[in-house]
């Protein structure tokens, strides 16, 4: 399994990714699903990946052909974040049709894109396996891939557009978190990405598993957590009514 | 679907369960999924249910009947918590068995049954379609049915033996309200059932949708979770490689 994210606040944008893969319980590896490509100063993207690892691997080669052969099209001539996703989900396609025939295996994959290119905003975009794709919005400021439910509630409460880009990375690693204790397929090296809104760069932090500052991040928000519990307004408890409960 | 969810802390058990049933996204009805049995001063139970409402409903009827006519085996003479999650199991079993025959339709239904029997320790069971049944431990204080994912990270981060009653009940609105906001199908009323250990008796209260108290829960709690997020340690920031970038 996977968890990856990505946040679009208006200052800039935050991706957050695991780096476990498994096929099945006793086969685990370890692969970086955070690529980024870029002309600095000019153009950057961020590609997170989550599925079939065959799949993502062909078109993260392929990416990085295009670019290196001079294709018509790639992410270093794609004119907006709209067609470089459209680009992803082509890519995506054809890649898992090319072994789709002859068996019921799955091969399919899921992509997020975000980034900006000069004279745009920055964007971030989710490319489903059929090639077509979605964007944030005004009231959903976050796209995720993977094993997306334990950490949603954090990004529900915490995000708005308002919301800061330390505040964002923070609350994605706090989601990251979540999802980790509760799905062993999601798993360290977690990667960061910080993303300042025309900045045409970024900065990137890789947390391992017995990482200090990962360590030190999960006590002290179980610490707040429970320190929180007791600002909360106290529930007016009700006696139970005789006439609600069933006599036995 | 449906979320219920059930706390064992060394000061006593915790319940809460949603009221939506739904058929589709366009039949959707309000039912009550939490039942009390009990003989005051002497044995209490409640029962959380989830899945089939057919099932479900013919579980709860058949569990009183058996009260009502004195039977062998009730809820009245079970001489364990351990002997009324089996009892439960059987019960819950002959009732899907019922209509499987002729059928593709899913008549499967799960329930949480918890309590405290004279002489015993307050106890919580969780019993699967099939009749089998698992209880907590000392590491995991709670069992979940129904869409479980969203409402787990505030459970696995806040519940210990030692928290207490009221801090439990909080935990279990928090996970209930995280549980709402993402999945449609899980609504108010909301129940919650709060039993102190030796006590043979309970206090319950019940949010409808437009309750003040939970509005201002949520609002608490939003607020004390954007407060947590200062306090956090800030990420040292690394600037990023040029080397790990792929130039585009």
């Known amino acids: 399994m996977t968890y990856c994210l990505a946040i679009n606040v208006e200052n800039g944008l935050v991706f957050c990714s695991d780096s476990r893969t498994n096929a099945g319980v006793d086969q685990v590896s370890t692969y970086s699903k955070m690529y980024r490509f870029g002309i600095e100063g000019e153009r950057q993207f961020v590609v997170l990946s989550a599925g079939n690892l065959g799949t993502t691997q062909a078109v993260i080669s392929r990416l990085k052909r295009d670019i290196k052969d001079g294709a018509e099209q790639s992410l270093k001539t794609?004119?907006?974040?709209?067609?470089?996703?459209?680009?992803?989900?082509?890519v995506n396609r054809a890649q898992q049709e090319k072994h789709s025939d002859n068996t019921s295996a799955n091969f399919e994959a899921s992509f997020i894109i975000g980034g900006q290119i000069q004279g745009e905003k920055p964007r971030v975009m989710m490319v489903y396996p059929a090639g077509n794709?979605?964007?944030?919005?005004?009231?959903?400021?976050?796209?995720?891939?993977?094993?997306?439910?334990?950490?949603?509630?954090?990004?529900?409460?915490?995000?708005?557009?308002?919301?800061?880009?330390?505040?964002?990375?923070?609350?994605?690693?706090?989601?990251m978190d979540s999802t980790m204790r509760s799905n062993l397929t999601v798993g360290p090296p977690i990667e960061l990405l910080r993303y300042e809104k025309d900045s045409f760069t970024g900065q990137h932090n890789r947390?391992?598993?017995?990482?200090?500052?990962?360590?030190?991040?999960?006590?002290a928000w179980d610490a707040r957590l429970v320190e929180a519990f007791v600002q909360l307004p106290p529930i007016d408890w009700q006696p139970q009514s005789p006439d609600e409960s069933h006599e036995a």
Do not use: N
Request: charged fraction near 35%; aromatic fraction near 8%; glycine fraction near 4%.
């Open 78 to 90: 794609v004119e907006s974040m709209s067609d470089a996703a459209e680009y992803l989900g082509e």
């Open 133 to 175: 794709h979605i964007t944030t919005s005004k009231d959903t400021r976050y796209l995720q891939i993977g094993e997306s439910k334990y950490g949603k509630p954090i990004l529900d409460r915490i995000l708005t557009a308002k919301t800061d880009l330390d505040t964002s990375a923070l609350c994605a690693l706090v989601s």
């Open 207 to 219: 947390f391992d598993e017995d990482d200090e500052y990962l360590r030190e991040l999960k006590k």
